[in-house]
T-cell receptor, first 111, second 116 residues
Framework: DAGITQSPRHKVTETGTPVTLRCHQTENHRYMYWYRQDPGHGLRLIHYSYGVKDTDKGEVSDGYSVSRSKTEDFLLTLESATSSQTSVYFC??????????FGPGTRLTVL | AQKITQTQPGMFVQEKEAVTLDCTYDTSDPSYGLFWYKQPSSGEMIFLIYQGSYDQQNATEGRYSLNFQKARKSANLVISASQLGDSAMYFCAMRVYGGSQGNLIFGKGTKLSVKP
């Protein structure tokens, strides 16, 4: 299995608080992604990174920011969490081609 | 626009029978890959099978095969000899190689239930 971990695995927070989710890989893959999964929508791309300090927006990036200061770490930040950001968040990694490997997911609840 | 369509929200299959999960895709880029992932109730995303747009033969991985019909833009997943452990959500996804993103575009999934 690809070495991808996400932390925390579960989090409950209140509206308006900042939240940071961490994705850590041991595979040295170039690309890293953050997706969110909601019922009826499948997985949707939030942000992605194609190298250290190289990031870009995905389909549902509003309200989220990311940072990648090292190859192995990709952080997703909700500056001021809202109830609409209650979701399951998946990190994924890949090389230029081929399959993406997914982390175990983080279940975030915003009250 | 790039899009994946899975028209079967839910399906039932009898144990030991074969089942086909439908997937159609839309892209104007000639270079792309098609993927199937399995998501059991435990929540993890498990990669099953991959088909490249230039691959001449249909991909197979054990009991999984991908019925790739390029002209019809379909990439159906066939599971042979269904097992109870195959009960899960199945997602079809596409990755277009022409752009720089490289992200997967997912369908909404099909929930497969295997009956004993």
């Amino acid at each position: 299995d690809a070495g991808i971990t996400q932390s925390p695995r579960h989090k409950v927070t209140e509206t308006g608080t900042p939240v940071t989710l961490r994705c850590h890989q041991t595979e040295n893959h170039r690309y890293m992604y953050w997706y969110r999964q909601d019922p009826g929508h499948g997985l949707r791309l939030i942000h992605y990174s194609y190298g250290v300090k190289d990031t870009d927006k995905g389909e549902v990036s509003d309200g989220y920011s990311v940072s990648r200061s090292k190859t192995e770490d990709f952080l997703l930040t909700l500056e001021s969490a809202t109830s609409s950001q209650t979701s399951v968040y998946f990190c994924a990694i890949s090389e230029v081609s081929g399959e993406q490997f997914f982390g175990p997911g983080t279940r975030l609840t915003v009250l | 626009a790039q899009k994946i369509t899975q028209t079967q929200p839910g399906m039932f299959v009898q144990e030991k029978e074969a089942v086909t999960l439908d997937c159609t895709y839309d892209t104007s880029d000639p270079s792309y890959g098609l993927f199937w992932y399995k998501q059991p109730s435990s929540g993890e995303m498990i990669f099953l099978i991959y088909q490249g747009s230039y691959d001449q033969q249909n991909a197979t991985e054990g009991r999984y095969s991908l019925n790739f019909q390029k002209a019809r833009k379909s990439a159906n997943l066939v599971i042979s000899a269904s097992q109870l452990g195959d009960s899960a959500m199945y997602f079809c996804a596409m990755r277009v190689y022409g752009g720089s993103q490289g992200n997967l575009i997912f369908g909404k999934g099909t929930k497969l239930s295997v009956k004993p």
